[in-house]
């Protein structure tokens, strides 16, 4: 959000009013009347930019993240403000909040809130593995202190990954462990920028850049019950759509392998705009949150404590979420090779790219399209070629030795690390 933000005080705005159009509210909450909270942090302690915010770290005096002034509003309130009518609903058709074409208004805005620090906690816990234990599969949800703002989102997560670690725990006392070490996490201060793991990520940056190979997100795994919503980066969206093809139990809530790569919300930020650690998440969200990106993803509304329950009666939802959850985690743990599609990468960068040439000559803007493009067909070329001579050999047991494929998974573990942009402008990484 701050990154938008700061667009507006570059053209010379003093303040602004954050609202949540009712046409892009999920339909199975009543919203419209309700204010909520929004955090600007964009990512880690605001005071520590860049470098872990522990006992000894020097600290910046930074009050305010913005000279706006920025307060969130009730959609009710922005019509009443723009002087709109109160049915904006009609014939089951939302019709989207506009300004009127004419008319001024002037309005008083006094912004009262004050910074303090507090503390935040993480909770870490690993299960070290046998055979790559200096390379880890992190699988974080988060925590919150909240009571209010956010209802029991963070109850889903945490419930699922204590049902997981529960099922692990059958397997080690019968004498399992994993290849790979695997890391779980439970973050403090999600809701006001992803504090916890930014820090803790900051102050470990050498290690993790180096030994993690996936973060697996339960950032927020039921906030509806429409629709399952997975989620990852290029390299996985392989594993994530075979995943999903035989693990849900309801198949009308399933998409088929419709597997996205847009931006994972929360704190798997950090891993993979700082770090390039490939990620995935699945969730269960509302069709409109889903099909709708203007929906403000920050924002925190005051829910009843028993939404998850009536969300998900049976826990059926939560028991999918695990359950894919799991398989993916534990196929990145113990495949001998890292289950990882550098073809999907080459795709994705071609897609983009030619979406963006598109939007190029479509606003008259000049551009070397036909240079990019080839780069990108030879990336391209490069990846199946990649694929077909060292990934299939590499998959067939008589061939796996054990250097080879140690060189083949750091190769296929460092991919997506290739394409983060160092010194980008704030909300942009890759």
Request: a neutral charge.
């Amino acid at each position: 959000l701050l990154p938008q933000l700061s667009l507006l005080e570059d053209a010379g705005f003093g303040g602004v009013l954050l609202y949540v159009d009712p046409c892009d509210l999920p339909k199975t909450t009543d919203l419209a009347d309700k204010a909520f909270m929004v955090s600007l942090n964009s990512g880690g302690d605001p005071s520590t930019p860049g470098y872990a915010s522990i006992d000894g770290s020097y600290r910046q005096n930074r009050l305010n993240l913005t000279t706006l002034l920025v307060q969130p509003i009730s959609a009710v309130l922005a019509k009443k403000l723009i002087s709109l009518p109160e049915d904006t609903v009609q014939k089951d058709k939302c019709i989207p909040l506009q300004l009127p074409a004419t008319g001024k208004k002037i309005i008083s805005l006094n912004i009262q809130s004050v910074t303090t620090y507090k503390k935040i906690y993480n909770v870490i816990g690993y299960l070290k593995g046998t055979v790559f234990p200096d390379r880890y599969v992190i699988i974080g949800s988060h925590h919150n202190t909240l009571n209010t703002y956010g209802g029991q989102q963070w109850a889903s997560s945490t419930a699922i990954i204590t049902a997981f670690i529960q099922a692990l725990m059958l397997k080690v006392r019968r004498g399992w462990r994993p290849d790979r070490t695997i890391v779980f996490c439970s973050w403090g201060g999600t809701s006001f920028g992803n504090i916890g793991s930014y820090e803790w990520a900051e102050d470990l940056k050498r290690v993790l850049q180096r030994n993690v190979v996936a973060y697996i997100s339960l950032h927020n795994p039921v906030t509806g019950n429409s629709t399952l919503h997975p989620v990852a980066s290029p390299s996985l969206q392989q594993l994530a759509a075979e995943s999903q093809s035989f693990n849900c139990v309801e198949k009308t809530r399933c998409p088929g392998s419709n597997v996205t790569s847009v931006q994972i919300q929360g704190d798997s930020d950090y891993f993979i705009n700082h770090l390039g650690v490939p990620a995935t998440q699945f969730s269960y969200e509302d069709v409109r949150t889903s099909e709708n990106s203007g929906f403000l993803s920050e924002a925190l509304f005051p829910l009843r404590t028993t939404k998850t329950e009536e969300l998900d009666p049976s826990f059926s939802l939560h028991e999918t979420i695990a359950k894919l959850t799991g398989q993916v985690t534990l196929q990145i743990a113990n495949e001998p090779v890292l289950p990882f599609n550098a073809l999907d990468i080459a795709l994705e960068v071609q897609n983009s790219l030619k979406a963006t040439v598109l939007l190029f000559l479509f606003v008259g803007d000049e551009v070397d399209a036909p240079q990019l493009l080839a780069a990108a067909s030879r990336l391209r070329d490069t990846a199946e070629l990649f694929q077909s001579d060292e990934m299939r050999p590499a998959n067939d047991p008589k061939e796996r030795a054990p250097i080879r494929v140690r060189m083949l998974n750091d190769v296929l573990q460092s991919l997506e690390k290739s394409f983060l942009v160092h010194r980008a402008p704030p909300g942009f990484y890759r």
